[in-house]
């Protein structure tokens, strides 16, 4: 092993007794503030340095390149602002806690990276049309170069976390410090043009660092624009959700996830699962209270699950409900049916009550699909009536 690999090593579990315990959710909090400290730390030594060379050289691409470090480094103290703030509790004005304090700190600093990228672009190309006297020399050219094996070592270091905890946003700090050494690159090629063939293309290579920060400025923004809108739940959320609720026998389906995201640490969810209706009402509360337990245990989120009685032991109940999957499946109307009731009229003829799960891919109206399963299954019987309503937008992996 490399040394600096045991070293990594050492520091791991040094920081994080229960290092190989991945699945807590404390351990994984752990990682990602361990992820965090170091990022801040290499980031803004890296500032420093390159900002000093871009004083004592005059060449704004290395200004810029500096200015894209101190982004990053303010990047990774709001995710950690974030993990503490979401250890805060709850009071009478923020029932659901702060944890969406971390989004809007993060959108501040995405328009304070897209301000300093712009004008940065605008210093840039004054360079190209009135460029100044740089003062480069070898020196500053090997300082640079071990600048950039520092950012390969921080993308592999939190490469290397993101991958053993299985970490999405980890692994997405990783791939942005390993690009953002492609910026330094141009501008150590400018600093080397200019030392060794006294060629100045500084103001381009400015350009070019600008536009590095302007992405990550975009991205930024993008994703904390996102939560504060809205966004979908993860697929691998809703997926392991769905497997721990349909783990335990006694449910027979589950259905109408909804997942509310009030920042780190603060996730609500709601979601309807399917019991047996002759099943004892205690029973099955006593189940429904052991799988919100268990989801709160897991996934550390607040769940409520509310109890569908359904019919399955009735050959009757179970054939209809057979027949309507099959309309709804071979005409591509939705994803399922669920809630899906019989019951007797009046006059001897018999209502159809169910839901139908209608993906985002669908563009029909409800009123088109409610005519058209309607219609369908009129044609299996005159006499039934049809109740359906239409579910969109709920959680699906």
């Known amino acids: 092993m490399m040394p600096w690999r045991i070293a990594e090593e050492t520091l791991i579990r040094k920081v994080i007794p ?3 315990e991945v699945h807590l959710p404390e351990v994984r909090f752990a990682y990602g503030n361990l992820s965090g400290y170091v990022g801040i730390i290499v980031n803004l030594c890296l500032c420093i340095i390159k900002l000093v060379m871009g004083l004592l050289s005059g060449a704004v691409s290395v200004v810029a390149d500096a200015i894209h470090n101190l982004a990053d480094a303010a990047a990774s103290l709001t995710t950690l602002w974030g993990f503490h703030l979401s250890i805060k509790p709850a009071d009478e004005e923020h029932p659901f806690g702060h944890g969406r304090v971390e989004y809007i700190a993060g959108l501040v600093i995405a328009g304070s990276i897209l301000l300093i990228g712009a004008k940065l672009l605008e210093t840039s ?13 070898g ?29 999405a946003a980890i692994k997405a700090a990783a791939a942005d410090s390993l690009s953002d050494c492609m910026a330094t690159v141009f501008v150590i090629v400018s600093l080397g043009l200019h030392f060794l063939f006294d060629i100045n293309v500084d103001g381009y290579a400015g350009i070019i660092v ?42 027979r389906d589950m259905h109408d996830l909804i997942i509310h995201d009030y920042g780190p640490g603060r996730i609500y969810a709601s979601l309807h699962a399917e019991v047996p209706a002759s099943m004892d009402m ?10 919100e337990e268990k989801l709160r245990q897991k996934f550390r989120i607040i769940v409520t699950v509310h109890t569908d009685p359904v019919v399955i032991d009735d050959p009757e109940t179970n054939r209809l409900r057979e027949e309507v999957e099959r309309i709804v499946r071979e005409e591509q109307i939705g994803d399922s049916i669920h809630d899906f009731r019989v019951t007797s009229r009046r006059d001897g003829g018999k209502k159809l009550i169910f839901d139908i799960n209608v993906p985002p891919t669908n563009k029909m109206r409800d009123e088109d699909i409610r005519y058209f399963v309607k219609h369908s299954i009129k044609k299996l019987n005159e006499n039934y009536e049809v109740a359906v309503h239409i579910d969109r937008f709920y959680a699906s992996s």
């Open 18 to 20: 229960r290092h190989e």
């Open 125 to 137: 190309i004054d360079k190209i049309m009135q460029p100044d006297e740089l003062s480069a020399d």
């Open 139 to 167: 020196a500053m050219l090997f300082i640079l170069m071990a600048t950039v094996v520092m950012q390969l070592w921080l993308g592999s270091f939190n490469m290397r976390l993101g991958e053993r905890i299985d970490s």
């Open 210 to 251: 600008a536009a590095f920060i302007l992405h990550s400025g975009w991205n930024a923004a993008r994703d904390t624009i996102q939560p504060l809108l809205g966004k979908p739940p993860s697929e691998t959320l809703v997926r392991e959700i769905e497997e721990t609720v349909l783990a335990d026998p006694v449910i």
């Open 282 to 291: 205690m029973a099955a509360h006593a189940v429904i209270d052991a799988i």
